[in-house]
């Protein structure tokens, strides 16, 4: 499984970026996927997580700012992040969790920056 992230970039602290990670293969309505970040001498950190039955659940530092979603049709999952805020920078990564093999896969990363 391939996994490509898009949408990172600069953006001021109150503004908004939409992540995408779109999956290869033809199992992604069948994984759980993520949205993890690392942000520079840290450890890499859940986000948000959303199920194969579209459950979602978030950070507490997120919680009321950012959405979690999928396209199965698509094979994407979205990050939506609003009220940006100067802590959220860091490099975001998508990875995709297959129950059936046990298995977990990782993006490339996509870097976001937000600006006080």
């Known amino acids: 499984v391939q996994l490509v992230e898009s949408g990172g970039g600069l953006v001021q602290a109150g503004g908004s970026l939409r992540l995408s990670c779109a999956a290869s293969?033809?199992?992604?309505?069948?994984?759980?996927m993520a949205w993890y970040r690392q942000a520079p001498g840290k450890q890499r950190d859940l986000v948000a997580r959303?199920?194969?039955?579209?459950?979602?659940t978030y950070t507490d530092s997120v919680k009321g700012r950012f959405t979690i979603s999928r396209d199965n049709a698509k094979n994407t999952v979205y990050l939506q992040m609003n009220s940006l805020k100067s802590e959220d920078t860091a490099v975001y990564y998508c990875?995709?969790?297959?129950?059936?093999?046990?298995?977990?896969?990782w993006g490339q990363g996509t870097q976001v920056t937000v600006s006080s």
């Open positions: 990875q995709a969790v297959s129950s059936a093999w046990g298995s977990t896969y």
């Open positions: 293969g033809s199992m992604f309505s069948t994984y759980a």
């Open positions: 959303i199920t194969r039955d579209g459950a979602t």
